[in-house]
């Protein structure tokens, strides 16, 4: 590209405000619409007119070209010998602020709202336009340092982790083998690009569990990998990075698997002087793994075998002191593949049938005691960037009228449900801090169920006409509020959106407040509005270490099938009800006693305890009421409400999972807030949800393998880069994150590749096959085929699902390409036609 610095670095200012102009006055450029009349299929086009420079700068595909024009060009534009020659990404983030200055300096200032229209935005156009043209004109060392730096990205980006090498910071650069069959541990130390292309969490649990289990393995067999990854971040004080994740393959879906979690387990893990622990094999008898500062060893759980986590917390507890612990209850032990893994006696790492896993490896629990520190590249800086933070969410927390409205909110519910407007488009950050810090999940409760997000009678009831808010209105969180007896936090988090709750006329005193999923499973999905029982029922699955989510859908199926003749009372017969009993619709009786017979495998509970789908096997003429995405039970927000969902639900590498990267879910709050130069846009098109999507997958696995929880999305301008760069010493930018997560993603997704598990069967019924007839759903279908082409495309996967070739070569993935091969997708209907 032939450019000289001195007279033309006007234009590219130039570009700049044209850029907006153009996108802010669509269509009415002349210049476009020559553009487009010459038909040169560009995807992008900018005309800088900044005389005696203009220039078309033309974006294709991912390379940007540069062409100097003077007026007579136009007549031959079609002809040009256009050479590409960068990079467009590069180029178009730049002038976008995400690699440099501008942004804040002018893009920010544009920002418009919704209400700004006609005469006002054209005012602000040329307000813009004129502050450009005096920026870059009189700034000319701005612009000649944006030029330059533009010209070097390249080879910048090639140095960015460079200065670091030798150094670890913000990891300990070990993790630890542990050889269940052998009962030997091992250490080994990843190569720091390793971190620097997975950072952490399940990124560096895909890459060790892709490239070290055999294709096809039993996931309840000695060769599945169970590995548990704190983030990249976890164990530092950067605000919400208190996650971690435990990855393996999914004995309930047959693919790749992963549950997140938050309390202080994933910062024990990071201070234990390890990045992840990784288990192979099977112990012959139970035992568990602890991990002192000078001493790791297997020991016998004999004695703990058959405990709930919180008896298995406190007899550990007492025997070591202060320390952490991860461990299962009867719902792993005895393999049910709706189980989970519990830390912090009540935070579970409940999808993807880890519980089971973890049971089958005969290991009861893992126990940290040690209290390693982690070194960090520039510590006064980080803990400055964390102060300052928190001190904005704490504004945010006891900002006095979003705490009036706060208060309004049940009223507030009911207006959004009359007037008919989303939710969603009360996109401010202050609000959802609030909330989440005094309400909880349980805020949204009334709201979801009012507006139909929340699932009702097993996804085929309306909640004004079968759960009315006279029987709702007791979950919803403003009036558990006055329960409230102490807050419940993860490591690091400025919100503690968890609680405990005491309810004297109940007898319960410091019960965990059950999470806004817990209370849609046990309430309107089966129709049951006795608030006891869904208190005891959360504590006991907990305890016992069980999706609630999951086991909440498998209760809807059972009452269906009771409802419909196919299950009679003789098939409950349990030690506590010989005779059997008949659990129903609308009563509460009898849940926990299923519930029970679930963790316990007792009677019928042993074809339950392995979720919907492999209980409509067992089952008679009962797949229609089994929802499930492959093989995992839905969560509780109906995507026949936010369509978008469904297509995560449906393409994500674990399916059925509203946690999973969705950019519906990331725009339900004020999403695009949360990182300057990130920004999702969607729309009501397949096409334009396809797109979104993809750009979100790709940010949301950085975002999870740093450790960081989903509720800070929402909570305004979060110094991502900053922090990283303050912890780790690395000079990422929005790109690298995005092309790291694009690698997890493709990982995660070859995994399955190479499994046969790609693409997960949807019942009808979730998908709105037949639509509902009545409701704030009525008449709603959700085209999930078309959505995941278009997310297939974005992301570099061909029609089936599979990863392209090109795909895992541009990620560095080309230890995976000899498995496309035997790569199996599936290109037939995801919809499951007996469903
Ligand atoms: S917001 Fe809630 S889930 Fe997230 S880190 Fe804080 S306490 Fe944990």
Redesign the pocket.
Known sequence: MNVDLKSDVKFIGMAAFLHAAISYVKNTSIMRKKLEKNDLNLKLALIATDLPNAALIIFEDKQVAVKPLAEKDWENINKWDIKIEGDCQTFFDYFMGRLGAVRPILFRKLKTTPYLTGSLKLLKVLWFVKTSVKLFTENISLSEAMFYKFYNYGQEKRKLFSEQEGDKFGYNGKILWVDLDKMEVKEEEPDTEIYQKYLGGYGLGAYYIYNRIKPDSDPLGPENILGFCPGLLTGTTAP?S??YMICAKSPLTGGWGDANS?GRFGPAIKKSGYDAIFFTGKAEKPVYLLIEEDNIELISASEIWGKDVVETENTLTEKYGRCDIASIGLGGENRSLISGIVNDSSRIAARSGLGAVMGSKNLKAICITGKQRLNIANKEEMMKLTKSYIKKINNKKNDFIISYFVKLAPSFARLLRLTNIHYSNFKISTLYAQF?AKIGTPFFYGIMTNVGDAPIKNYTGVAKKEFQKKRYKKMDGSYLQKYYSGS???YA?P????AKLSIPEYDIEDIDRPEYETLAAFSGLILNDDLKSILLINDYLNRQGIDTISCGGVVAFTLECVEKGLLKKEDFKCKEYPEGFLPKWNESEYILTLCKMIAKREGIGDILADGVKKAAKEIKDSKKFAIHAGGQELPMHDARLTKGLMLTYVTDPTPGRHTAASADYFLVGPGNNFLDGFKVKTGKKPKKKGKAQAKTAKFIQSFNSLGL????EWCGKYPLLEMIKAITGWNLSVEDLLEIGWRIQTLRQMFNAREGAIRHDISKRAIGDPPMKKGPLKGNKINVEEMAQYYYENIGFKEDGIPKKETLEELDLDFCVSDLSDATGRPESVVNESL
């Open positions: 919400f208190g996650r938050g989440l419940v936090g993860c988090c919100l503690r959106c968890g929880c989903m509720f800070s």
